[in-house]
Each structure stands twice: as structure tokens, then as C-alpha cells.
């Protein structure tokens, strides 16, 4: 005959289990906040490398100048209420990254001829606008993509002729041992 208390408890563990794991996940979720997705650094060039070839083409500059850019990574920060321990203190294991590239001497009309063609493409392709100016001393645009927070930003000075582009990649958690220092995709050249 088997005691009735081994029932109960097996029913008990259980009612304890069905309720500790989600309040258990719940409170990792809480503590730590919505996870980054992981990301590939040598993707993420590919794609801004290509995002800043197809802008200097959409631009259209005379006489084709030659532009290099360094990719560079940021800083990207705690979620949740962990970050409330760690203010001001970025992840080592998240970055996020940006391309950009400029050129000076550029007229207002070529600028906003470049411009135009640049807002199309990036409408067409999904991108939707987050930010715009239009003044005498400025004038440019910010675009983002709402599903892959990809951005893309134009500027225009007047003072010198800046005509200046940078994509975006939003922060994404890369690879331990990952060195941008010692990253050869880090580097992006215009093809003529």
C-alpha cells in the first residue's frame, strides 16, 4: 500500500514547478531586459559597406571623388533593471556599428539632386523618415528601417560644401574574442 502523501507531494512539486519557472523566467527577464539579437561583425560590414556604395551612387557626385571610411563600433548599454547597477557602464559583449563617409566642395544643387534620389530608393526599399532639415546652413535626412533599426543619415553644409552620408547598424551581441582592432572588414572604399 502506498501513502497517500506521495501524491499529494508529487502534486505539490508540481504546482511549485508550473509556478517557479515562469516567475523564475520572468524575473530574468525583468532583471536582465530584453536580450540583444547576436550579430555577425563581418555581415554587418557587408551590409553597411553596400548601404554606403548604393548612397554614393544614388548621390551621384561629379567627378566620382574618392571616399574611405573605418567602421566604427559603439557603445551599447545594460537593459532591464540590470541597468540601473551598471549606469554609464557599456557591455563589452554588445556593439553596435556605423559607416560613414564624406566629401567637401559639394553645391546645394547637387546636394539636393543626390538627395532626392537617396529619400526614393530609401522609401522604396521600406525605410521610413525619422528625422529631416531644411535650412540655409543644413539640410539632410534621417531614415530608419522599423525592422531592422538600420539607418541611414545625409547631411548637407553650406559653410564648406560637407556633404556627409553614415549608416547604421543598431547594437547586436558579438562573438567572444571578437577585435575590431584586428578586424579586416573594418575598412570600405568606394568602387568607382
Known amino acids: 500500500m502506498r501513502p497517500s502523501f506521495s501524491r499529494k507531494s508529487a502534486g505539490l512539486a508540481l504546482a511549485v514547478t508550473v509556478i517557479a519557472v515562469p516567475v523564475l523566467w520572468l524575473g530574468h527577464r525583468l532583471w536582465n531586459g530584453y536580450p540583444y539579437p547576436s550579430a555577425d561583425p563581418d555581415a554587418v560590414a557587408v551590409q553597411l559597406g553596400r548601404d554606403a556604395q548604393l548612397a554614393y551612387d544614388d548621390l551621384a557626385l561629379p ?12 557603445a551599447c548599454y545594460y537593459r532591464g533593471l540590470r541597468s540601473f547597477a551598471h549606469i554609464d557602464r557599456s557591455r563589452l559583449d554588445v556593439n553596435s556599428f556605423q559607416l560613414d563617409w564624406d566629401v567637401t566642395g559639394v553645391s546645394r544643387e547637387t546636394a539636393r539632386a543626390g538627395q532626392d534620389r537617396l529619400r526614393l530608393r530609401l522609401i522604396r526599399q521600406g525605410f521610413q523618415l525619422t528625422s529631416e532639415e531644411t535650412g540655409d546652413a543644413s539640410m539632410g535626412f534621417r531614415f530608419t528601417h522599423p525592422d531592422s533599426e538600420h539607418m541611414a543619415d545625409v547631411n548637407w553644409y553650406a559653410s564648406t560644401g560637407l556633404l556627409a552620408f553614415t549608416a547604421y547598424a543598431p547594437c547586436g551581441k558579438v562573438q567572444a574574442g571578437f577585435n575590431e582592432y584586428e578586424w579586416p572588414q573594418g575598412e570600405w572604399t568606394v568602387r568607382s
Open 63 to 74: 567627378g566620382r571623388p574618392e571616399v574611405t571610411s573605418q567602421i566604427r563600433m559603439g
